[in-house]
């Protein structure tokens, strides 16, 4: 039995599914759960449609004459559809592996019951394993008090009421420069609030350095050490207070400040599931909570919060609940995750980073190449960034990789490729890329 059919979810379902177990799959909303209908699917599309529009207003440089206008309903119209596609084909893919769906909201009744409820009223589900899979939902500070028209969350974006003439977003993790990216590609002023002293604080300095030098090209205005204590509307607009007395008028505010894990509701108290002080669910490498037969997966299960992650904790979880880890099984490795911030330059990076290897006092081996020296980069009209690779000095074993620049959320593919399989740099090295590409780069960074 699953709960929730986000990618976690979803994923588990067709893999046990196909390993022989029969499996209900319980979701309240849509297949593809909040990943396709609020968070990266539709930011993805707005982000696809921004990154057109700035696309043509540099259509000078690349000898053309063109212009762009927005027009929202069409755009609502593609989100929907990209949204309806991937819903019935996801659905068709679980009818075809004999997953059955219920739609209702689900919640322990004991150990191994769980009740859905449905539209035709309360169904009882008997299961000898119970993964849940619920997911999280953008986190509230108590200072705001999100109305949908002004004060919004991320979920009011797709696309908003109106395009903001001005938009403080408030948050500067990955959400919160994709949307700053997002809502200046659709022509909206935007103030930037960055709690730290640089956007992504958790990225090298050097990387965000790249992204912060394009917001500032683009307009944006970057206040640092910024952390927001109130939010009020205003006859046309909002007006943002922060702790350090600065305040911020614009006509719209996002916020961006995380997400919370949703487990209440679950009656995980009654069965004896633990969970952290945050809600997220306690679970081990092999994401069983503190109840042997419940395991958690996905965002819910307080690890990286990323799509890929939990489709790969589905994969892996539905293995171990087959008994597949009497084989040799190997366990997810998070350090290896790539990922990517969907800005303009884009970045993107795996395993270890240059800053966190130096303050371990680590002995790496860094190289860096500059898009400026790739072909097809300058062909493209968009030299920014860079390709930097890790690797053990002793070994040439690589160790992780951040690239800054265009295509860099596909190019970090091949060093994720090289990190998992604990290639050398000589193997990309080696390899005879096409040109002109960008991927020439990785080669060049490798040498
Ligand atoms: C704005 C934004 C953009 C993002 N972009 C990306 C990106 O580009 N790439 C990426 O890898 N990650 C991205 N993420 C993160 C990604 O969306 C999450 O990590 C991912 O959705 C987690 O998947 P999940 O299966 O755990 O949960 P979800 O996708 O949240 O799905 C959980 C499902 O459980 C259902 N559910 C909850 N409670 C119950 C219940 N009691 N009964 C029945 N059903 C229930 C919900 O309806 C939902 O459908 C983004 C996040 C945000 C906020």
Same mark, same amino acid.
């Given at each position: 039995?699953?709960?929730?059919?986000?990618?976690?979810? +979803?994923?588990c379902?067709?893999?046990?599914?196909?390993?022989g177990?029969?499996?209900?799959?319980?979701?309240?909303?849509i297949?593809?759960?909040?990943?396709?209908?609020?968070?990266?699917i539709?930011?993805?599309?707005?982000?696809?449609?921004?990154? @057109?529009?700035?696309?043509?207003?540099r259509?000078?440089?690349m000898?053309?004459?063109?212009?762009?206008?927005l027009?929202?309903?069409a755009?609502k119209?593609?989100i929907?559809?990209?949204?309806?596609?991937?819903?019935?084909?996801?659905?068709?893919? =679980?009818?075809s592996?004999?997953?059955?769906?219920?739609?209702?909201?689900?919640?322990?009744?004991?150990?191994h019951t769980?009740?859905?409820?449905t539209?035709?009223?309360?169904?009882?589900? @008997?299961?000898?394993?119970?993964v849940?899979?619920t997911?999280?939902?953008?986190?509230?500070?108590?200072?705001?008090?999100?109305?949908? @028209?002004?004060i919004?969350?991320?979920?009011?974006?797709?696309?908003?009421?109106?395009?903001?003439?001005?938009?403080?977003?408030?948050?500067?993790g990955?959400?919160?420069v994709?949307f700053?990216?997002?809502?200046?590609?659709?022509?909206?002023k935007?103030t930037?609030l960055v709690?730290?002293?640089q956007?992504?604080?958790?990225?090298d300095? @050097?990387? !965000?350095a790249?992204?912060?030098?394009?917001?500032?090209?683009?307009?944006?205005?970057?206040?640092?050490?910024?952390?927001?204590?109130?939010?009020?509307?205003?006859?046309d607009?909002?007006r943002?207070?922060?702790e350090d !007395?600065r305040?911020?008028?614009?006509?719209?505010?996002?916020?961006?400040?995380g997400?919370?894990?949703?487990?209440?509701?679950?009656?995980?108290d009654?069965?004896?599931?633990?969970?952290?002080?945050?809600?997220?669910?306690?679970?081990n490498? +092999?994401?069983?909570?503190?109840?042997?037969?419940i395991?958690a997966?996905?965002?819910?299960?307080g690890?990286?919060? =990323?799509?890929?992650?939990?489709?790969?904790?589905?994969?892996?979880?539905?293995?171990h609940l087959?008994?597949?880890h009497?084989?040799?099984?190997?366990n997810?490795?998070?350090?290896? !995750?790539?990922?990517a911030?969907?800005?303009e330059?884009?970045i993107a990076?795996?395993?270890?980073?240059?800053a966190?290897a130096f303050?371990?006092?680590?002995?790496?081996?860094?190289t860096?190449?500059?898009?400026?020296?790739?072909?097809?980069?300058?062909?493209?009209?968009?030299?920014?960034?860079?390709?930097?690779?890790?690797?053990?000095?002793?070994?040439g074993v690589?160790?992780?990789?951040?690239?800054v620049?265009?295509?860099?959320?596909?190019?970090i593919g091949v060093?994720?490729l090289?990190?998992?399989?604990?290639l050398?740099?000589g193997?990309?090295?080696?390899?005879?890329?096409?040109?002109?590409? =960008?991927?020439?780069?990785?080669?060049?960074?490798?040498?």
């Amino acid at each position: 039995m699953i709960i929730g059919g986000g990618p976690a979810g +979803n994923m588990c379902a067709t893999v046990a599914a196909t390993l022989g177990a029969e499996v209900t799959l319980i979701e309240r909303e849509i297949v593809g759960g909040a990943a396709h209908l609020w968070d990266c699917i539709p930011s993805k599309a707005l982000i696809a449609t921004g990154g @057109e529009l700035a696309e043509l207003r540099r259509a000078p440089e690349m000898g053309l004459q063109a212009e762009g206008t927005l027009d929202v309903q069409a755009l609502k119209k593609r989100i929907d559809s990209i949204q309806q596609h991937l819903h019935d084909s996801l659905r068709q893919l =679980l009818s075809s592996q004999g997953v059955r769906l219920v739609t209702g909201t689900a919640r322990f009744k004991d150990d191994h019951t769980v009740v859905a409820e449905t539209t035709d009223g309360l169904e009882e589900l @008997e299961a000898d394993f119970v993964v849940v899979a619920t997911g999280s939902r953008p986190r509230v500070p108590d200072f705001a008090e999100v109305d949908g @028209e002004r004060i919004l969350t991320t979920r009011h974006c797709y696309p908003p009421p109106e395009i903001p003439e001005h938009a403080v977003v408030i948050g500067s993790g990955v959400t919160g420069v994709e949307f700053t990216h997002m809502f200046t590609s659709l022509g909206s002023k935007v103030t930037l609030l960055v709690s730290r002293q640089q956007v992504l604080p958790i990225k090298d300095a @050097e990387v !965000a350095a790249v992204l912060e030098e394009a917001f500032l090209e683009r307009g944006v205005a970057l206040l640092k050490g910024a952390r927001a204590s109130e939010i009020e509307r205003t006859a046309d607009g909002v007006r943002v207070s922060c702790e350090d !007395a600065r305040v911020i008028e614009g006509s719209h505010a996002v916020l961006a400040v995380g997400s919370v894990p949703n487990t209440e509701g679950l009656g995980f108290d009654d069965v004896g599931v633990v969970l952290d002080d945050s809600g997220y669910v306690v679970v081990n490498h +092999n994401c069983v909570s503190s109840q042997k037969h419940i395991y958690a997966i996905g965002d819910v299960s307080g690890k990286l919060p =990323l799509s890929s992650v939990a489709a790969m904790q589905g994969r892996k979880i539905a293995e171990h609940l087959m008994g597949m880890h009497n084989r040799p099984h190997r366990n997810l490795d998070y350090d290896k !995750a790539a990922s990517a911030v969907f800005t303009e330059p884009e970045i993107a990076d795996v395993g270890l980073a240059e800053a966190e290897a130096f303050a371990s006092g680590r002995k790496i081996r860094a190289t860096k190449v500059p898009f400026t020296a790739n072909a097809k980069a300058l062909i493209k009209g968009d030299p920014r960034g860079f390709v930097k690779i890790i690797s053990d000095p002793a070994t040439g074993v690589v160790l992780g990789g951040s690239i800054v620049g265009r295509n860099a959320a596909e190019l970090i593919g091949v060093v994720a490729l090289a990190v998992t399989a604990g290639l050398k740099v000589g193997d990309i090295i080696d390899s005879l890329l096409v040109h002109p590409t =960008l991927s020439e780069s990785l080669a060049d960074a490798a040498s």
